[in-house]
């Protein structure tokens, strides 16, 4: 068992409650369950709560030389159904979030780009995940590579408008909640890339 103890919030912000410590519940292959006992520091309350603990990933906009953003669709097991997504994947220990970007990229689709940045990162779900998911904004996107898909990945991939891209979120046609937080970071972007392109 250990302990740790958080350094206090804002005034403004509820308090942090107190870790008494944490055992393992499970070991999977791409994540750990491990039970946190925690204390609540004003009223004592105590409770076990299970956090999933795995590596941090990386999700990549990548956007052609002709503003088409390149999509995947693969088979997702949680849901039992096809998922249109951008790509992306975990981040190996040490790696920046955007050479794992590019790397990602290139195995999944064969793309590669002339420059990318990061956008933003999320927590997808601070519930109960401890990590972190980093959006990298790749541009001047072209197809140069030879695929290298993971043992159990089969990807089917397209370059869309992107403004399509943003009536198949509104259509339910992309879904998945990451690649919306993803979106909704390039957002702003593409109306400055817009409007640079309507002042032409």
């Known amino acids: 068992m250990s302990a740790s103890k958080r350094p206090d919030p804002p ?31 004003l009223r004592e309350a105590e409770g076990d709560f299970y956090v999933i603990r795995t590596r941090d ?6 956007i052609t030389s002709n503003f088409e953003m390149v999509l995947v669709n693969q088979y997702r097991f949680g849901v039992q159904k096809n998922s249109w997504e951008i790509p992306g994947g975990v981040i190996e220990s040490g790696e920046d979030p955007v ?3 590019l790397r990602e ?10 420059r990318a940045r990061l956008l933003g990162s999320v927590r997808p779900n601070p ?11 790749a541009e001047k ?5 030879d695929l290298r898909w993971d043992e159990h ?6 370059t869309v408008p992107i403004e399509r891209v943003f009536d198949m979120v509104q259509s339910g046609e992309i879904f998945h909640s990451l690649v919306l937080n ?17 002042s032409r």
């Open 99 to 101: 050479v794992a970007g």
């Open 153 to 158: 990945e089969e990807i089917s991939t397209k």
């Open 11 to 41: 005034d403004d912000e509820v308090p942090y409650w107190e870790e008494l410590g944490s055992e393992p519940v499970v070991d999977c292959s791409i994540f750990d369950v491990v039970s946190k006992r925690f204390r609540h520091p």
């Open 141 to 145: 996107a072209s197809k140069t590579a």
């Open 57 to 62: 990933w990386v999700n990549v906009i990548p």
């Open 182 to 198: 993803a979106l909704l970071l390039f957002s702003p972007v593409w109306e400055k890339i817009q409007a640079r392109r309507r």
């Open 105 to 114: 990229l290139q195995e999944e689709t064969g793309f590669t780009a002339e």
């Open 127 to 137: 519930a109960i995940q401890n990590n972190t998911c980093h959006i990298v904004l």
